[in-house]
């Protein structure tokens, strides 16, 4: 099984090198920001003739957006904007503008609606001081040392890495991997290069392949299994608030930069700024490691696994949990486990957000009309089941498993809410033991109208 995957380390670069590398992403920033005028002021041009009366066949030329039109249009201008373009690599060039192209068909895709989600903004001139450095390799020598403790990329030449990179030079050695592009970027107050690899894995198969198990994510228990393990929440950001506000103190204090005066940032404002810096990259790497070592170890265990697919966007306008939330990073942990299921030769399913996994009854499938989130334990009033919520709302994503198996590969109508939970016309049934869960809805609903959401496969 082919499948692209990236592998990050940490570089240790001399001054002299560190200054390649700025100057690389600086050129990378000079050649977006030319391109992103000259589309802009062609859109302008068509915009003030349309105004004029000016028939659409005599209007300027329009520019092409593609990588290709933008590449060219650079070569042709680049001898005047940039003299000094021998200086880097071709690569820098192309990093901008390819940056370019893509914000621009984001952006002419979500006005066109052919781009789900948030709508994307018009493409921003990149800063020099706001903007992230970074630079991309996709063509010349691109390696890794016999000695693994050094790369090599084109015109940066031997760069020192911070860890060793054997498990990536013996892929390339054994010829299951092949590099496609290289990536430095320095975030948090260090520099990394991110190789892009299309790899050859070999086929895998879980511990239990057989075993199903729902996954509820919450706040005060980052994970709760169906299995009745429960995986605490580090809340590595709420550890760390109290160094963060020290440090966001101490920066305040200082004299930063001002655009409306022109004022450059001292000596000691940068260097704040660094610490603080450096402080949330720590926060983002203890959450990056504790997400992946949790859904690599469900990955390679079970089998199936049953998440919600939750608005986490909407969830974050509560004020009042927003902090936490993204400090327990939902979308990411669903992120891996979608990649990391296909990995191991397991299966993700994912129902549908306004399944009332929380407000059913997993031993009789009796339903709630609500349930606040204060209460902590679900109380069944049509059975009498007391059990933590998060454990039964996993116990019921696992259920749903059996739905989607009697469907087959096809979308199924499982038990859901349409929004609002309803109670009206419902009649409680009983469930044999032992059986799935089509034969534990709990629930009749009335004739003529579907509850059912959809229940889908990522793969």
Same mark, same amino acid.
């Given at each position: 099984?082919?499948?692209?995957?990236?592998?990050?380390?940490?570089?240790?670069?001399?001054?002299?090198?560190?200054?390649?590398?700025?100057?690389?992403?600086?050129?990378?920033?000079?050649?977006?920001?030319?391109?992103?005028?000259?589309?802009?002021?062609?859109?302008?041009?068509?915009?003030?003739?349309?105004?004029?009366?000016?028939?659409?066949?005599?209007?300027?030329?329009?520019?092409?957006?593609?990588?290709?039109?933008?590449?060219?249009?650079?070569?042709?201008?680049?001898?005047?904007?940039?003299?000094?373009?021998?200086?880097?690599?071709?690569?820098?060039?192309?990093?901008?503008?390819?940056?370019?192209?893509?914000?621009?068909?984001?952006?002419?895709?979500?006005?066109?609606?052919?781009?789900?989600?948030?709508?994307?903004?018009?493409?921003?001139?990149?800063?020099?001081?706001?903007?992230?450095?970074?630079?991309?390799?996709?063509?010349?020598?691109?390696?890794?040392?016999?000695?693994?403790?050094?790369?090599?990329?084109?015109?940066?030449?031997?760069?020192?890495?911070?860890?060793?990179?054997?498990?990536?030079?013996? $892929?390339?050695?054994?010829?299951? !991997?092949?590099?496609?592009?290289? /990536?430095? +970027? %320095?975030?948090?107050? *260090? #520099?990394?290069? &991110?190789?892009?690899?299309?790899?050859?894995?070999?086929?895998?198969?879980?511990?239990?392949?057989?075993?199903?198990?729902?996954?509820?994510?919450?706040?005060?228990?980052?994970?709760?299994?169906?299995?009745?393990?429960?995986?605490?929440?580090?809340?590595?950001?709420?550890?760390?608030?109290?160094?963060?506000?020290?440090?966001? $103190?101490?920066?305040?204090?200082? !004299?930063?930069?001002?655009?409306? /005066?022109? +004022? %450059?940032?001292?000596? *000691? #404002?940068?260097? &704040?700024?660094?610490?603080?810096?450096?402080?949330?990259?720590?926060?983002?790497?203890?959450?990056?490691?504790?997400?992946?070592?949790?859904?690599?170890?469900?990955?390679?265990?079970?089998?199936?696994?049953?998440?919600?697919?939750?608005?986490?966007?909407?969830?974050?306008?509560?004020?009042?949990?927003?902090?936490?939330?993204?400090?327990?990073?939902?979308?990411?942990?669903?992120?891996?486990?979608?990649?990391?299921?296909?990995?191991?030769?397991?299966?993700?399913?994912?129902?549908?957000?306004?399944?009332?996994?929380?407000?059913?009854?997993?031993?009789?499938?009796?339903?709630?009309?609500?349930?606040?989130?204060?209460?902590?334990?679900?109380?069944?009033?049509?059975?009498?089941?007391?059990?933590?919520?998060?454990?039964?709302?996993?116990?019921?994503?696992?259920?749903?498993?059996?739905?989607?198996?009697?469907?087959?590969?096809?979308?199924?109508?499982?038990?859901?809410?349409?929004?609002?939970?309803?109670?009206?016309?419902?009649?409680?049934?009983?469930?044999?033991?032992?059986?799935?869960?089509?034969?534990?809805?709990?629930?009749?609903?009335?004739?003529?109208?579907?509850?059912?959401?959809?229940?889908?496969?990522?793969?």
């Amino acid at each position: 099984m082919k499948t692209i995957q990236a592998n990050r380390f940490a570089l240790d670069l001399t001054p002299g090198q560190e200054r390649d590398v700025y100057a690389h992403a600086g050129a990378a920033r000079v050649a977006h920001n030319w391109a992103l005028a000259r589309v802009k002021a062609v859109m302008d041009q068509r915009a003030a003739e349309r105004t004029y009366g000016v028939p659409d066949k005599l209007l300027t030329p329009s520019l092409s957006w593609s990588l290709a039109a933008l590449r060219r249009a650079w070569n042709t201008a680049k001898a005047e904007v940039a003299p000094w373009w021998t200086e880097v690599s071709k690569e820098a060039f192309n990093t901008g503008l390819d940056a370019l192209a893509r914000g621009l068909k984001n952006w002419a895709d979500s006005r066109s609606g052919k781009r789900a989600g948030r709508s994307v903004r018009f493409p921003r001139f990149k800063s020099r001081r706001r903007t992230t450095p970074s630079v991309r390799f996709t063509t010349g020598a691109i390696r890794v040392e016999p000695d693994r403790m050094h790369v090599v990329l084109p015109r940066l030449g031997r760069l020192k890495l911070h860890e060793s990179a054997r498990k990536l030079a013996r $892929r390339l050695d054994n010829g299951t !991997a092949r590099v496609m592009s290289a /990536t430095v +970027r %320095r975030n948090g107050g *260090r #520099w990394y290069v &991110a190789f892009t690899v299309e790899v050859e894995r070999a086929e895998r198969v879980p511990a239990r392949p057989d075993s199903v198990v729902g996954v509820d994510v919450g706040i005060k228990h980052l994970a709760v299994l169906s299995t009745g393990e429960l995986v605490d929440n580090p809340r590595h950001l709420g550890t760390a608030q109290t160094r963060l506000r020290a440090l966001g $103190r101490t920066l305040s204090r200082k !004299a930063g930069p001002d655009r409306r /005066t022109g +004022r %450059r940032p001292s000596k *000691r #404002w940068e260097r &704040a700024a660094a610490r603080l810096g450096r402080a949330h990259a720590r926060v983002a790497n203890l959450r990056r490691d504790g997400l992946h070592k949790l859904t690599t170890r469900v990955a390679r265990e079970y089998g199936t696994l049953v998440v919600e697919d939750l608005n986490v966007a909407g969830m974050l306008r509560n004020r009042r949990l927003a902090r936490h939330i993204a400090d327990a990073g939902f979308a990411e942990l669903r992120r891996h486990l979608a990649y990391k299921t296909e990995w191991n030769g397991g299966r993700l399913l994912v129902a549908d957000r306004w399944h009332p996994s929380s407000k059913t009854c997993s031993g009789c499938g009796a339903a709630k009309a609500k349930l606040a989130l204060s209460e902590r334990e679900y109380h069944c009033e049509a059975c009498g089941l007391v059990m933590d919520r998060d454990r039964n709302a996993a116990l019921n994503l696992a259920a749903l498993a059996a739905e989607f198996d009697t469907a087959g590969s096809g979308p199924v109508a499982g038990r859901g809410a349409d929004q609002k939970t309803r109670i009206r016309g419902q009649v409680a049934v009983k469930r044999q033991p032992g059986t799935a869960s089509a034969d534990q809805t709990g629930t009749v609903p009335p004739q003529g109208r579907t509850t059912g959401r959809v229940l889908t496969k990522e793969h």
